[in-house]
């Protein structure tokens, strides 16, 4: 069973910008297509950024131009490299397998990374 890692959250300006990592156990991250989640408080979890196994990336349009994506395969690391922050993007950061929104996570939740922006 593949054990995620989230780190780098923080507290920062509105404008701001923050460098978020996820460290994945297990030689089959390389084989994963990987991505981004993010929980707001009192909202559903959403899928904001992912990046194919290799090095595809999409974004949800409210973090394209901003936020970007990568990862590094013999790590066993992924990125979130977040830009120009607003109070909106304010949540709790998870790294996971991109699935559809309807596909159980692929594996078991990490503690996640809080991000919060002020205004």
């Known amino acids: 069973q593949v054990q995620l890692v989230e780190s780098g959250g923080g507290l920062v300006q509105a404008g701001g910008s923050l460098r978020l990592s996820c460290a994945a156990s297990?030689?089959?991250?390389?084989?994963?297509?990987m991505g981004w989640y993010r929980q707001a408080s009192g909202k559903q979890r959403e899928l904001v950024a992912t990046?194919?196994?290799?090095?595809?990336?999409d974004y949800a349009d409210s973090v394209k131009g901003r936020f970007t994506i990568s990862r590094d395969n013999p790590k066993n690391t992924m990125y979130l490299e977040m830009n120009s922050l607003r109070p909106e993007d304010t949540a709790v950061y998870y790294c996971?397998?991109?699935?559809?929104?309807?596909?159980?996570?692929?594996?078991?939740w990490g503690q996640g990374t809080l991000v919060t922006v002020s205004s």
């Open positions: 996971n397998a991109a699935v559809a929104p309807t596909t159980p996570p692929l594996f078991q």
């Open positions: 297990g030689s089959i991250f390389r084989l994963i297509d």
């Open positions: 990046i194919t196994r290799g090095g595809n990336a």
